[in-house]
T-cell receptor
Framework: GQNIDQPTEMTATEGAIVQINCTYQ??????LFWYQQHAGEAPTFLSY??LDGLEEKGRFSSFLSRSKGYSYLLLKELQMKDSASYLC??????????WGAGTKLIIKP | NAGVTQTPKFRVLKTGQSMTLLCAQD?????MYWYRQDPGMGLRLIHY???????AKGEVPDGYNVSRLKKQNFLLGLESAAPSQTSVYFC?????????????FGEGSRLTVL
């Protein structure tokens, strides 16, 4: 079956760095996505990886290892506004997205 | 430029009642999706459409129907609501079936079935 695993909740301190991990099992693979979702709001796109390696976009970076079925989202210089859920989603061979349940990130001052 | 608009934002139904959720987009995108989001679970695809006049079933289509008569609108219908359909519903649009696959979401519609 197809499956996405990510931690349910993480806590970090303002100004610090946090890494949110995601492992996936899909029928075929056409990329790995990260979305941010603030409480009561819609998800918004953060990143897309289809090749192995690190993609950097400002304070956020996303890493992919296709051979390990593994990705992580790295958030640097954490700000209070980064408190949100982070959704990992893998695209299968039919270009359908398989979503994880999300990781709730709590930032403490 | 509103992007993706869902109506209504909130609704309370009694078991057996029917209702329709409307998703309207001004982005001129081809692909439109209806998802539901429940606590502790990932987004689950209900139905989707790859263009005007076409619809297809997703992962959890039972109890729902959809229509895409106009490119900009995607309707989700519940013919006979059940408590298991209590959820937050999100519409999303996508330019096309490309590898970037970025989805643009509406604000969500919170439905409670008593």
């Amino acid at each position: 079956g197809q499956n996405i695993d990510q931690p349910t909740e993480m806590t970090a301190t303002e100004g610090a760095i946090v890494q949110i991990n995601c492992t996936y099992q899909t029928s075929g693979f056409n990329g790995l996505f990260w979305y941010q979702q603030h409480a009561g709001e819609a998800p918004t796109f953060l990143s897309y990886n289809v090749l192995d390696g690190l993609e950097e976009k400002g304070r956020f970076s996303s890493f992919l290892s296709r051979s390990k079925g593994y990705s992580y989202l790295l958030l640097k210089e954490l700000q209070m506004k980064d408190s949100a859920s982070y959704l990992c989603a893998a695209m299968d061979s039919n270009y359908q997205l398989i979503w994880g349940a999300g990781t709730k990130l709590i930032i403490k001052p | 430029n509103a992007g993706v608009t869902q109506t209504p934002k909130f609704r309370v139904l009694k078991t057996g009642q029917s209702m329709t959720l409307l998703c309207a987009q001004d982005m001129n995108h081809e692909y439109m999706y209806w998802y539901r989001q429940d606590p502790g679970m990932g987004l689950r695809l209900i139905h989707y459409s790859v263009g005007e006049g076409t619809t297809a079933k997703g992962e959890v289509p039972d109890g729902y129907n959809v229509s895409r008569l106009k490119k900009q609108n995607f309707l989700l219908g519940l013919e006979s609501a059940a408590p298991s359909q209590t959820s937050v519903y999100f519409c999303a649009v996508q330019q096309g079936s490309t590898n970037t696959g970025e989805l643009f979401f509406g604000e969500g519609s919170r439905l409670t079935v008593l």
